[in-house]
């Protein structure tokens, strides 16, 4: 496929995931892109020529993106663009613009008339959270935490009592500073899930409490290495919510169920006390 003549692409910018770790991770779309595009802006343009190599890409005009130099690099982008050129955006792992550069660049091309093309594939908090056996409907993704302690203290404070999965990152140097202040902010009862190393030969995804977690770090010097991702499970609603909740649902099951299947099921789908709720069926059984 890529011994073939390039395919001349449409004039846009196209954001393009990569890998997190395995090199077969990526689509056939996104190998035709990278093998297509005039230019590819890359974060580190060395591990960029190292995907390139290893799915047999010649490697053409690179040149560096990253938070450093997002500003004028977009300038340059642009320019090509100007030029009726296609630039192809990559970092080193997972999808641009997402706790990596490229969301200013994407903004400027945006707001110079220039076409965007997404062209999905990996990404490490998506990776996590399917193998996280977490079942919350809905989830936050954070991102990186801030690094100074009182920072990151404040922020997790603010997040503790939001009723969704929270999706972190985190680098292997403060995981343990980290995990310390999850647990003083959210408690001892929320399930946290460290996934360190995805789609690697060392790939761990590790579930426990969060007062369980710094003991498994400590165990073993391995388990502190690599980048993670950890996802915290989300705060329970507060009693009179789930109260209410679970009374709304029993009073539409007792419309149609007998009293004691109407008890069961909604204690059920809520997970609110089965005793609690049969005095309120008895109360709207009376009534019908």
């Not at 999905?120 to 399917?130: E, F, I, K, M």
């Not at 009862?189 to 460290?194: F, G, K, N, V």
Request: overall charge negative.
């Amino acid at each position: 496929m890529h011994g073939s003549p390039k395919q001349k692409l449409e004039c846009a910018l196209y954001v393009v995931a990569t890998p997190i770790g395995n090199m077969g991770d990526i689509t056939l779309r996104a190998l035709e892109i990278l093998a297509s595009s005039d230019v590819i802006a890359a974060e580190d343009t060395r591990n960029t020529a190292n995907l390139l190599n290893h799915h047999g890409i010649a490697a053409g005009r690179l040149m560096a993106l990253h938070q450093h130099n997002e500003r004028s690099a977009a300038e340059s982008v642009i320019q090509t663009l100007a030029q009726g050129l296609s630039v192809a955006l990559v970092t080193d792992a997972g999808t641009p613009a997402i706790s990596d550069p490229g969301a200013l660049l994407v903004h400027s091309v945006r707001e110079s008339g220039f076409r965007v093309v997404p062209i999905p594939g990996p990404n490490a908090a998506l990776t996590a959270l399917s193998a996280s056996g977490l079942h919350a409907a809905h989830f936050l993704f954070y991102g990186f935490l801030p690094s100074k302690p009182a920072a990151r203290r404040r922020e997790l404070q603010a997040l503790a009592h939001l009723p969704y999965t929270l999706v972190f990152y985190e680098a292997p140097h403060r995981i343990l500073e980290c995990v310390a202040d999850l647990l003083e902010a959210f408690g001892g009862h929320r399930r946290l899930i460290l996934a360190r190393e995805l789609t690697k030969m060392f790939e761990n995804i590790h579930s426990c409490m969060l007062d369980e977690a710094a003991e498994w770090l400590r165990s073993d010097a391995n388990n502190q290495r690599g980048e993670f991702v950890l996802l915290v499970s989300a705060a329970d609603a507060p009693a009179d919510e789930r109260k209410a909740d679970a009374e709304r649902i029993l009073s539409i099951l007792i419309e149609e169920l007998p009293l004691k299947q109407a008890v069961q099921l909604a204690a059920k789908i809520s997970e609110f006390s089965r005793n609690q709720l049969y005095q309120q069926a008895l109360l709207l059984y009376k009534q019908k």
